[in-house]
């Protein structure tokens, strides 16, 4: 299983960013597919967005479109999600995740971050 570490999160204002970083302390990511989820209290992970191994394929929940851009790095092994004009309903435990498909259902990933809190609130 691949060590994941996501950073990044914190507390933000409605309509503010944030940059989530995924990385890894042992591994090389570059071969895998990389999907950022999000947990809020009570609710089931939702998938957010995936990124293919060579960056040409992206996907998007409905609900972030034109808001939040996956990127990565492979020479740093750095995934990145940006998340711009943040709303309440953003905020949660934030998690990458690695397999070889893009894909946004969490039941398909097996390895995973220890997550990041992201508060959007005023």
């Known amino acids: 299983q691949l060590q994941l570490v996501e950073s990044g999160g914190g507390l933000v204002q409605p309509g503010g960013s944030l940059r989530l970083s995924c990385t890894t302390s042992?591994?090389?990511?570059?071969?895998?597919?990389i999907a950022w989820f999000r947990q809020a209290p009570g609710k089931e992970r939702e998938g957010v967005s995936c990124?293919?191994?060579?960056?040409?394929?992206?996907n998007y929940a409905d609900s972030v479109k034109g808001r939040f851009t996956i990127s990565r790095n492979n020479a740093n092994e750095t995934v990145y999600l940006q998340m711009n004009s943040l709303k309440p309903e953003d905020a949660g435990v934030y998690y990458c995740?690695?397999?070889?498909?893009?894909?946004?259902?969490?039941?398909?990933?097996?390895?995973w971050g220890q997550g990041t809190q992201v508060t959007v609130s005023s």
């Open positions: 042992r591994d090389n990511l570059s071969p895998y597919a």
């Open positions: 990124i293919n191994n060579n960056g040409n394929t992206l």
């Open positions: 995740a690695a397999r070889l498909r893009c894909r946004l259902e969490a039941s398909y990933f097996y390895s």
